[in-house]
């Protein structure tokens, strides 16, 4: 079976969707005047975070000045580096004892998930931060795969927003659970309970969970606040399985 280190360096090399194919690389081109003097990545950032993840956190899609910027070298940071929405989500990682520091500002900065990985269903920056159905479903794939490689392991998947949940229920069908029909809508603070299928590998079930995405637009207007994260991070992390060692402070 392939490693997921491998799947994750097939998707830093995929050019399936031109529009993002140009915006990412425009984007790595002109820069932003505060980071004119770094190179760029500019290609598609995989998830991070470490192969036998108990816990799946699923965004959105990278910043065009974040993930897009900060991953400069395989695997790169994922989705939320070097952004405000990373600053939000990974805090709260770092609160209830999920993550080595509180926060994430490149490649090279030391940080580790314990027990978690983060992803996400597009993985190239989209142009206003808002890729296409389109390209979502073209990038399906790779978030399938990805569940695949993480079955053994993976018990709990929070999605950050709806267009996460959109693309995931039907990875995690396409990937070998059992999604309620009709699909569950999302909500924050959703949380369904998908059995496993039959078969050979003996594939367990997992909890989904919904929460609001960690965007500035959910955070300055306190749509999603600290706490609320919080709450969802750390229900998670106990219906995974993994201790969790809240930082005090």
Same mark, same amino acid.
């Given at each position: 079976?392939?490693? +997921?280190?491998?799947?994750?360096?097939?998707?830093?090399?995929?050019?399936?969707?031109?529009?993002?194919?140009? /915006?990412? #690389?425009?984007?790595?081109?002109?820069?932003?005047?505060?980071?004119?003097?770094?190179?760029? /990545?500019?290609? !598609?950032? !995989?998830?991070?975070? !470490?192969?036998?993840? @108990?816990?799946?956190?699923?965004?959105?899609?990278? *910043?065009?000045?974040?993930?897009?910027?900060?991953?400069?070298?395989?695997?790169?940071? $994922?989705?939320?580096?070097?952004?405000?929405?990373?600053?939000?989500?990974?805090?709260?990682?770092?609160?209830?004892?999920?993550?080595?520091?509180?926060?994430?500002?490149?490649?090279?900065?030391?940080?580790?998930?314990?027990?978690? @990985?983060?992803?996400?269903?597009?993985?190239?920056?989209?142009?206003?931060?808002?890729?296409?159905?389109?390209?979502?479903?073209?990038?399906?794939? /790779?978030?399938?795969?990805?569940?695949?490689?993480? &079955?053994?392991?993976?018990?709990?998947?929070?999605?950050?927003? *709806?267009?996460?949940?959109?693309?995931?229920? !039907?990875?995690?069908?396409?990937?070998?659970?059992?999604?309620?029909?009709? &699909?569950?809508?999302? *909500?924050?603070?959703?949380?369904?309970?998908?059995?496993?299928?039959?078969?050979?590998?003996? +594939?367990? $079930? +997992? #909890?989904?969970?919904?929460?609001?995405?960690?965007?500035? &637009?959910?955070?300055?207007?306190?749509?999603?606040?600290?706490?609320?994260?919080?709450?969802?991070?750390?229900?998670?992390?106990?219906?995974?399985?993994?201790?969790?060692?809240?930082?005090?402070?």
């Amino acid at each position: 079976m392939e490693a +997921l280190a491998d799947l994750d360096a097939r998707i830093a090399g995929c050019r399936a969707c031109p529009r993002l194919v140009a /915006w990412r #690389e425009e984007v790595a081109r002109t820069k932003r005047a505060a980071f004119a003097d770094q190179t760029y /990545w500019g290609r !598609p950032v !995989p998830g991070f975070g !470490p192969s036998d993840a @108990r816990l799946l956190i699923v965004g959105l899609a990278p *910043a065009a000045h974040g993930g897009n910027r900060t991953g400069l070298g395989v695997p790169p940071l $994922g989705e939320f580096t070097g952004d405000r929405s990373g600053d939000v989500l990974y805090r709260a990682l770092y609160d209830v004892g999920l993550a080595s520091q509180p926060t994430s500002v490149a490649v090279d900065d030391g940080l580790e998930l314990y027990g978690v @990985r983060v992803t996400a269903p597009v993985h190239c920056a989209p142009p206003a931060n808002k890729p296409t159905p389109g390209e979502r479903e073209t990038c399906r794939a /790779w978030l399938v795969q990805e569940l695949r490689l993480l &079955r053994p392991t993976v018990r709990a998947v929070v999605v950050l927003g *709806a267009f996460g949940w959109q693309a995931t229920l !039907p990875a995690l069908a396409e990937a070998g659970w059992r999604v309620p029909r009709p &699909r569950p809508a999302f *909500a924050h603070g959703a949380r369904v309970a998908l059995d496993g299928l039959d078969g050979p590998d003996g +594939l367990a $079930g +997992l #909890e989904l969970f919904g929460c609001f995405h960690v965007s500035q &637009r959910n955070t300055f207007t306190g749509r999603l606040t600290p706490a609320m994260l919080r709450a969802v991070l750390a229900t998670a992390a106990t219906a995974a399985g993994l201790p969790g060692m809240p930082h005090e402070g």
